[in-house]
């Protein structure tokens, strides 16, 4: 585990988890709310609900389970990929089972590089917003998306790095067994991959 510090910033005003309206030199903490079920549990849980015809609803809500979160292939190729504090290479990408209109169970994938977008530090919703070249230390928990983000005034070569989170599911839908953003068709696969969801190193 990394022992680094770097320079967390948050305003009174921002909507940060656990904020405390002053610039301090802190380590960097995971978020406090780390705890997760296994992938393997999430498996087990399958469906959440009965099939919802209301695409619009959030992907959990629509029948979608088993999620899982990973970096990009030229990510995990870095000499040591869950310890470094370096900006993304590439989109991390969200796999998830969900059900189609057909009541089949797809593979879906999701760049979330197409989805949202550092402003300042904290992660918005924004369709191509390429987030990822601005922000690393990202997980997936409970249906939140954590990161680490740089601030707009640090995007090059600083390292005032921001704690940002940002529901999942309010931007994520399930469109007859794709997950998506933007209601764009994606790729549809049979089998989903069977390894964890990636975590980094605090």
């Known amino acids: 585990m990394h022992k680094l510090s770097y320079l967390l910033a948050a305003s009174a005003a921002a909507t940060l988890y656990g904020a405390t309206g002053t610039a301090i030199a802190i380590a960097i903490e995971p978020p406090r709310n780390l705890q997760h079920q296994s992938s393997d549990e999430q498996q087990q ?10 695409a619009w609803n959030g992907f959990l809500d629509n029948n979608c389970w088993d999620v899982r979160f990973y970096l990009s292939d030229d990510d995990m190729a870095r000499d040591d990929p869950a310890g470094t504090f370096e900006p993304y290479l590439g989109s991390p ?23 949202f977008w550092n402003q300042d530090g904290h992660i918005k919703f924004g369709d191509g917003g390429h987030f990822h070249e601005s922000c690393t230390k990202c997980s997936v928990t409970d249906g939140k998306l954590w990161c680490y983000c740089l601030r707009e005034g640090d995007l090059h070569g600083g ?11 309010a931007y994520i839908h399930n469109f ?27």
């Open 176 to 202: 007859n067994g794709q997950m998506t953003c933007d209601w764009k068709e994606r790729a549809r696969f049979s089998d989903c991959p069977k390894e964890d969801s990636f975590y980094p190193d605090y």
């Open 93 to 115: 990408v969200l796999n998830a089972r969900c059900l189609d209109l057909q009541g089949n169970e797809v593979c879906s994938t999701l760049q979330l590089g197409e989805c």
């Open 45 to 54: 849980l399958g469906p959440r609900n009965a099939y919802n015809s209301k």
């Open 159 to 169: 390292n005032v790095l921001r704690e940002t989170e940002i529901d999942l599911n």
